[in-house]
């Protein structure tokens, strides 16, 4: 299981040389004024993907609580142009760090970077760092909860267990990283504890969402609100982490 991935670390500067800043992608979006503190910091950061979605959801999180940070957050420009990053390592925050570190000698803006997914107790930790190509390139989300089901069974019948016994326990995990001007400013992580259902329920969410059972709120992330999920997902609590990170760094 990964180890790094569930805790907060930040990387030793490294040298790299940087490239002129980087144009805008898509129309730069800020906090609103009444979401400020009187002593807000400002802050114009490129997100290392070309997925809008990806970038709507930080949007959101960000704009949902009072903070000390005005953050302008963007795509980073001409994102499938550049020399690709190939997430090799084996743990989220090591993933998520190598993009970062990896797009910032694109830009003199600070880039963020993440890497997230599924760890299974039952599992030995898979998917892992793998969530996302667990069947396969170009898979649906249908084909990789049809292949964590399947191997789940195969676990079950080759522990002897029943399906009550097996032991269903899981985690989303979630790695967010900051490079600037060539080195990692910050690597923060965080996690949210579940169980596996044998059949998917619900129509929100994306990835194994429709099968992870939340049971604080007693139901599954396909099945909750927007609020909701951002409240308690691993990606929503790292997030708000960063931006605690940024409130208060003396780096940026």
């Known amino acids: 299981m990964p180890g790094p991935a569930d805790r907060s670390i930040r ?7 940087t490239a002129a ?8 979006e800020t906090l609103p004024v009444e979401k400020l503190t009187t002593e807000t910091k400002a ?30 957050l963007e795509l980073f420009p001409d994102f499938a142009g550049r020399p690709s ?13 190598g993009k970062a570190l990896h797009y910032s000698r694109f830009t003199s ?21 793998y ?3 667990y069947a396969g390139p170009g898979a649906t989300d249908a084909q990789r909860i049809a292949k964590l089901t399947e191997k789940l069974q195969d676990e079950m019948r080759r522990a002897g267990r029943s399906s009550a016994a097996l032991d269903r326990s899981a985690r989303f995990v979630c790695a967010i990283a900051l490079a600037v001007h060539g080195r990692v400013a910050a690597v923060l992580s965080d996690s949210v504890s579940g169980e596996l259902l044998d059949r998917p329920r619900g129509n929100a969410g994306f990835g194994y969402d429709p099968v992870f059972w939340f049971p604080p709120l007693g139901k599954t992330f396909a099945e909750m609100s927007e ?26």
């Open 11 to 17: 990387a030793t500067p490294v040298t790299t040389a």
């Open 21 to 28: 800043a980087a144009g805008e992608a898509l129309p730069a």
């Open 43 to 72: 802050f114009r950061l490129l997100l290392a993907s070309s997925n809008a979605g990806k970038l709507r959801e930080y949007r959101v999180l960000a704009g949902e609580q009072p903070s000390a940070v005005s953050l302008t």
């Open 85 to 97: 990053f190939e997430e090799t390592a084996p743990t989220f925050a090591e993933n998520a760090a």
């Open 109 to 129: 803006l600070p880039v963020m970077a993440d890497d997230s997914g599924l760890v299974v107790t039952a599992l030995g930790g898979a998917p892992g760092v």
């Open 131 to 133: 969530s996302a190509r």
């Open 227 to 252: 609020e909701e999920k951002n409240l308690y997902s691993h990606r929503g609590k790292a997030f708000r982490k960063m931006l605690e990170f940024l409130a208060s760094s003396p780096v940026l």
